[in-house]
């Protein structure tokens, strides 16, 4: 069965600095990657997803996401944290067949400091 | 934008009743899926739903929960006898259904407290 895994639970940066969030997936097959982000009291918003083509993937808010096969992982970066990033952010794999049900990481929270 | 809308946004019901969470997906949307989150852990997979029927449950879903979608907009959820471990964030969530189109648009989520 397909997992994934989010070593950091918690995460601290500075507004202004750059950040790169940690996700690693276990799947057997060509993976299809997703990153989330939930703020407080709110659903799940998507930010970039990932089939296939180009490893380098680009999604909203400014974020990008790197598949890398050899290191099973999909880390999501920004360049430049702004205060309203702070959220909790989860990765996300889709299940093989038609319904593609995603297994979800445990997340990571982003805290911004000023 | 369309998007996933879920009623109510709290619900808090007692042990033992029945309680129906309801979604409306996005329109022309085929998949349908609900997924929970119990406080300070990951969101789970429940069940999906296509074509009228379930096409994937989790072990989490099991007789007590059901699934309907009763109309061609409202997509259901039933507990049909709420226990405490229950309580959790329930979100619906539903996707095109074209090939490659597998990313899914959650709603805001219910808050459910079993009391």
């Known amino acids: 069965a397909q997992s994934v895994t989010q070593p950091d639970i918690h995460i601290t940066v500075s507004e202004g600095a750059s950040l790169e969030l940690r996700c690693n997936y276990s799947?057997?097959?060509?993976?299809?990657l997703f990153w989330y982000v939930q703020s407080p009291g709110q659903g799940l918003q998507l930010l970039l997803k990932?089939?296939?083509?180009?490893?380098l993937v680009q999604g909203i808010k400014g974020f990008e996401a790197e598949f890398k096969r050899s290191q099973s992982s999909f880390n999501l970066r920004k360049p430049s944290v702004h205060w309203s990033d702070a959220a909790e952010y989860f990765c996300?794999?889709?299940?093989?067949?038609?319904?593609?049900?995603?297994?979800f990481g445990s997340g990571t929270q982003l805290t911004v400091l000023p | 934008e369309p998007e996933v809308t879920q009623t109510p946004s709290h619900q808090v019901t007692q042990m033992g009743q029945e309680v129906i969470l309801r979604c409306v997906p996005i329109?022309?949307?085929?998949?349908f899926y609900w997924y929970r989150q119990i406080l300070g852990q990951k969101v789970e997979f429940l069940v999906s739903f296509y074509n009228n029927e379930i096409s994937e449950k989790s072990e989490i879903f099991d007789d007590q929960f059901s699934v309907e979608r009763p109309d061609g907009s409202n997509f259901t959820l039933k507990i049909r006898s709420t226990k405490l471990e229950d309580s959790a964030m329930y979100f619906c969530?539903?996707?095109?259904?074209?090939?490659?189109?597998?990313?899914?648009?959650f709603g805001p989520g219910t808050r459910l407290t079993v009391t």
């Open positions: 329109s022309n949307h085929l998949y």
């Open positions: 990932y089939f296939s083509g180009d490893t």
């Open positions: 969530a539903s996707r095109p259904g074209l090939a490659g189109a597998y990313e899914q648009y």
């Open positions: 799947y057997g097959a060509t993976p299809y």
């Open positions: 996300a794999v889709g299940a093989p067949g038609s319904a593609r049900q995603l297994t």
